[in-house]
């Protein structure tokens, strides 16, 4: 079993985004705990041994750190949860973030800053420009309304 290089380096991407997110925008931005319910004894060491790994893997970054459950514990917190053949449950940390309200806040921005926000339009061409050491930047874009052409 080798290590998947790709997704550590995609998982370790998603950690930054999180606590970047959670310091720029703490308004929109909350940290999130997730109850696994496991089902079965061997399930335990093998599922907290995932989530120790993404506490490790976060680092710094970790936002609290994941725990075990007893299934007494489980169900006190959670007593809808299917009592038959629970053995406890694992707690792990995530981040959750408003994205559309993320999206209004940015759009809200930039209009204050000038720029025109449009709703249902196509972008036909990017407007370039030099700057002034002669590289091309991106300064507007030709865009076309989706609704009335």
């Known amino acids: 079993m080798g290590l998947d290089y790709e997704q550590y380096r995609l998982v370790k991407e998603a950690l930054h985004e999180r606590a970047n997110l959670l310091d720029i925008a703490p308004h929109l931005s909350y940290q999130l705990p997730i109850m696994l319910p496991v089902y079965r004894w061997w399930q335990v060491p093998y599922f907290w041994a995932g989530i120790k790994m993404y506490d490790f893997v976060a680092g710094r970054q970790n936002l609290q750190s994941s725990y075990y459950l007893s299934k007494t514990r489980a169900l006190e917190l959670f007593p809808m949860l299917k009592k038959e053949k629970l053995v406890g449950a694992i707690v792990y940390y995530d981040g959750a973030h408003n ?7 940015i ?7 000038g720029a025109t926000i449009t709703n249902h339009t196509e972008v036909k061409e990017l ?5 002034e050491n002669g590289k091309l930047v991106v300064r507007g874009a030709l865009v076309k309304d989706r609704y009335t052409g």
């Open 99 to 105: 994205d559309a309200r993320m999206n209004l806040a």
């Open 107 to 113: 759009a809200m921005t930039a209009a204050r800053m």
């Open 127 to 131: 407007i370039k420009k030099k700057d």
